[in-house]
């Protein structure tokens, strides 16, 4: 659990914010990394102080409630040190959920603004979905109260963070020239190495969220060689399926199989696969990922045909792919899974599929509503968005006083600079990148 715990705050930092900051301009590479690492910083003391009592406190197996209280566990009172761990675990998944939403208000969203919302919406938002989808039931293998099995976090962790995304987006509005204005990834090696380490630390995300259910440490021991097996494989062959499926429908719609395309890819097939990693066999898992890359490939370019301005295609990936692998279940779940529930292929029925909507439409219109609120909060009093004149100049410059790439070092001459806090930083100019 130490090895998953790491694993998952590197899917933050710097794994996330070496993904986003590739597919940001390079005038905004560095405020899109910020992004995260504050997020990191933010929610992990929060999560600490209240987050953890709002996702375990009171009698969790009783399974009677929708939220707990943030006092009863306050920094962790009452919380013997060999359960910091767990604590940790479940931390890091807080903080990427939170940092996944930064990737769609690249640009034009201020630093203060975020430096506010992150953590309201980490408190209003999170930890109460985490507490309806983690905490289990003395009476059932599935945990959560929100009905819908999920292993690791469609629900709680992407259809999350993928509303708030398109929440935020939509009252930001539309970058300065989109989408006329061509808005490419600056560096995609960024990218690509952020996607792969991605996938890397997602064995942290998936497998280390086992839960034990047995009796005696030998259940456990048998559970743990079995469930993790079956978590690990499926982890694996979702995300290979889900490249073939994403770079399949991009050479059909658009005549080229990209490595924007292939890294999206993982990231579709990771994200479908969380909620349904240890609930379908290998053959579930490869038709999930297919189907995820193949419909996150087409849902991307929903935002030009739509109106709404996501930078890096959060909705189309984590909103989408959350809920394609989340409905999923309900097809392909086996009752050797985790849950113990046949699908609807495997002669279940439309209950556990029925069941799996619900919680898609549960965690749909909380985050929703509670992501509007926070955001008409900051709106109307500090405000969401960087100034004109900043933005087209550089969030990066406006916000941090910095540039990521120094062009003219060492070229003699000055006179092309601009003061910032750390004194002058060239600006980079549309041309230079």
């Known amino acids: 659990m130490l090895i998953a715990t790491a694993l998952v705050l590197m899917m933050t930092v710097p794994a996330l914010a070496l993904f986003y900051g590739g597919m940001s ?68 998944f807080a903080i990427i959920t939170v940092a996944l939403i930064s990737g769609a208000v690249a640009d034009r969203m201020k630093f203060s603004a975020w430096v506010v919302f992150v953590p309201l919406w980490a408190l209003l938002c999170y930890f109460p979905m985490a507490h309806m989808v983690f905490s289990c039931t003395e009476d059932s293998l599935i945990c959560g109260r929100i009905g819908a099995q999920d292993y690791a976090g469609g629900t709680a962790v992407h259809i999350n963070a993928g509303v708030a995304a398109l929440v935020l987006v939509l009252l930001l509005g539309k970058r300065i020239g989109w989408p ?29 969220s086992i839960v034990f259910t047995g009796t005696t440490d030998e259940e456990n021991l048998a559970q743990f060689f079995s469930e993790t097996g079956r978590t690990f494989a499926n982890t694996t062959l979702a995300t290979m399926a889900a490249i073939l499926g994403w770079l399949l429908i991009e050479r059909l719609m658009h005549g080229k199989a990209t490595s924007l395309g292939a890294a999206s890819g993982i990231v579709a097939g990771l994200v479908a696969i ?116 900043d933005e087209v100049e550089g969030i990066d410059l406006a916000a941090h006083g ?23 930083q060239p600006v980079v100019t549309e041309g230079a990148r």
């Open 274 to 389: 969380t909620p349904a990693a240890g609930a379908v066999d290998i053959e579930g898992a490869v038709a999930i990922g297919v189907i995820a890359g193949a419909v996150c490939a087409w849902a991307v370019g929903l935002k030009y045909k739509l109106g709404y301005d996501d930078s890096l295609d959060v909705v189309g990936v984590h909103l989408v792919g959350g809920i394609v692998g989340t409905v999923l279940i309900g097809v392909f779940s086996t009752s050797d899974g985790a849950g113990g529930i046949d699908g609807l292929l495997y002669g279940g029925g439309a209950g556990s599929l029925g069941d799996q909507v619900l919680g898609v439409l549960v965690a749909v219109v909380f985050s929703g509503v509670v992501t509007a609120i926070i955001a008409l909060a900051i709106k109307f009093t500090m405000g969401l968005r960087i100034d004109e004149e």
């Open 25 to 92: 301009r390079s005038k905004s590479v560095l405020n899109m990394m910020m992004m995260s690492y504050i997020a990191a910083a933010i929610v992990g003391i929060l999560y600490v102080a209240v987050g953890w009592s709002m996702g375990w406190s009171g009698d969790v197996a009783s399974g009677g409630t929708f939220f707990a209280s943030p006092f009863d566990m306050l920094w962790l009172k009452d919380v013997a040190t060999e359960g910091y761990v767990s604590v940790m675990f479940q931390m890091t």
């Open 180 to 208: 006329k204005d061509q808005m490419r990834p600056h560096n995609l090696t960024l990218t690509m190495l952020g996607a792969g380490l991605l996938w890397f630390g997602w064995y942290g995300f998936n497998v280390g």
């Open 402 to 424: 910095e540039t990521a790439y120094d062009l003219h070092t060492g070229m003699g001459g000055g006179g092309g600079g601009k003061t910032g806090v750390l004194g002058t």
